[in-house]
């Protein structure tokens, strides 16, 4: 059962991490709450459906397909709806969750509600101390993490990334040493939804699909955010993995109250808030110095 716990912390934990770090650099950035983060995720991973199971594509190229396309499209959604509001809070909370839902719709007119599935990439699996670690489980932990070290890499070592930090830390300063806000912004923008459709893509194969699917995640996601720290990206990335493994913990530990996963890392979330209202890493803005 330890085992079977591990295996399900990182493979949740991985997959949170990775839509919680988009969600923060987007809001670090420009201060949007991107309510329709997860939809994102959602449109991915029906792009691969799509290609895979009624184009006849192969998973390989349709995974870098949908990634394209969906990220084109959350530059699109930046740059003609939410932009232009971006200095409203209010109008973007709406906007974005209006978003959101008229994705979900989309995918409801174009797929029905019916339960889909994409096949594997990697079939079988192999035994460890009893427990079964399948192929693909360790193919999207280890496409995960290269992706984690790869945004690290940009964010530590790349102009970009440094101006993406600069305007993290403090916009009016950074405005004043010359750096692009818009530009940085709609680059933040296109790396935060990349993330949310490569989340998508390789975690497709491992769940079922359906047009509510964005709506979980969007809350345990929310958590996570909250409970490392708005804007905090090592935060996000901490919390996730904790609330990985609480949900873990208490899909084996109890089985017939597994539906109580999301309350327990909610209420893990309420907690700590309630001990350090910033959060386990928060920041504090130039807005609030």
Not at 166 to 176: F, T
Not at 230 to 258: H, Q
């Amino acid at each position: 059962m330890l085992l079977d716990i591990i295996v399900s912390g990182l493979i949740s934990g991985s997959m949170f991490a990775l839509l919680a770090i988009g969600f923060s650099l987007i809001f670090g950035v420009a201060r949007i709450v991107n309510i329709a983060h997860t939809a994102f995720y959602m449109i991915a991973a029906y792009c691969i459906f799509f290609f895979t199971q009624r184009m006849g594509v192969g998973p390989i190229p349709a995974m870098f397909m949908a990634i394209i396309i969906v990220t084109f499209l959350g530059l699109i959604a930046y740059r003609f709806f939410i932009e232009p509001i971006r200095e409203h809070e209010a109008a973007v909370l709406i906007g974005t969750i209006a978003l959101a839902i008229a994705m979900q719709e989309v995918m409801l007119l174009f797929f029905t509600g019916d339960f889909l599935s994409v096949p594997s990439l990697l079939e079988g699996f192999f035994s460890l101390m009893g427990v079964k670690i399948f192929f693909q489980q360790l193919l999207t932990f280890g496409a995960v993490l290269t992706i984690l070290i790869a945004l690290w890499l940009m964010l530590m070592k790349t102009r970009l990334g440094l101006a993406v930090r600069c305007m993290a830390e403090d916009r009016e300063v950074a405005n004043l040493m010359g750096i692009n806000e818009r530009r940085v912004a709609m680059a933040t923008m296109g790396i935060s939804v990349g993330l949310a459709a490569f989340t998508g893509a390789v975690v497709v194969p491992l769940t079922i699909l359906n047009p509510f699917m964005w709506m979980e995640p969007l809350i345990i996601m929310m958590a996570v955010v909250v409970l490392g720290g708005l804007g905090s990206l090592k935060g996000s990335f901490i919390g996730a993995y904790i609330l990985g493994f609480t949900e873990a913990l208490v899909v084996f530990l109890i089985p017939k109250g597994a539906f109580l996963k999301g309350s327990v890392a909610l209420s893990i979330m309420i907690l700590v808030l309630i001990i350090r209202p910033e959060g386990l890493f928060g920041i504090a803005f130039e807005e609030e110095r």
